[in-house]
Nanobody, 125 residues
Framework: QVQFVESGGGLVQAGGSLRLSCAAS????????MAWYRQAPGKERDLVAV????????NYADSVKGRFTISRDNAKNTVYLQMNSLKPEDTAVYYC??????????????????WGQGTQVTVSS
């Protein structure tokens, strides 16, 4: 089962930027849809961004649309999340995994890989 390791989180002021990375233990080339999720304290884990196998199709939660950009490098088995114009409400632990669940009008059906420990993003006001 593919495993994921997230990195790149940190403390940033509102309006700042961070770039998250997700390294997979195996090849990501065969995974159709990869995704970033986030979980704020006391809340459920939410699907926030999805990218297709070639990176040509992306999908975002309304709350991050226009500010976050998901991308992937299958040669490096890595998925990225560029986060700009960060807001305090973006504070959460961010995880990557295969895309599963509903995002907008699209439902992604697959089995999760192993969850990593995530990377903490804290945005101060």
């Amino acid at each position: 089962q593919v495993q994921f390791v997230e990195s790149g989180g940190g403390l940033v002021q509102a309006g700042g930027s961070l770039r998250l990375s997700c390294a997979a233990s195996g090849s990501t080339k065969s995974i159709n849809f990869m995704a970033w999720y986030r979980q704020a304290p006391g809340k459920e884990r939410d699907l926030v961004a999805v990218t297709s196998s070639g990176g040509g199709i992306t999908n975002y939660a309304d709350s991050v649309k226009g500010r976050f950009t998901i991308s992937r490098d299958n040669a490096k088995n890595t998925v990225y999340l560029q986060m700009n114009s960060l807001k305090p409400e973006d504070t959460a632990v961010y995880y990557c995994n295969k895309a599963k669940g509903r995002l907008g009008s699209t439902y992604y059906a697959t089995d999760f890989g192993s969850w990593g420990q995530g990377t903490q993003v804290t945005v101060s006001s």
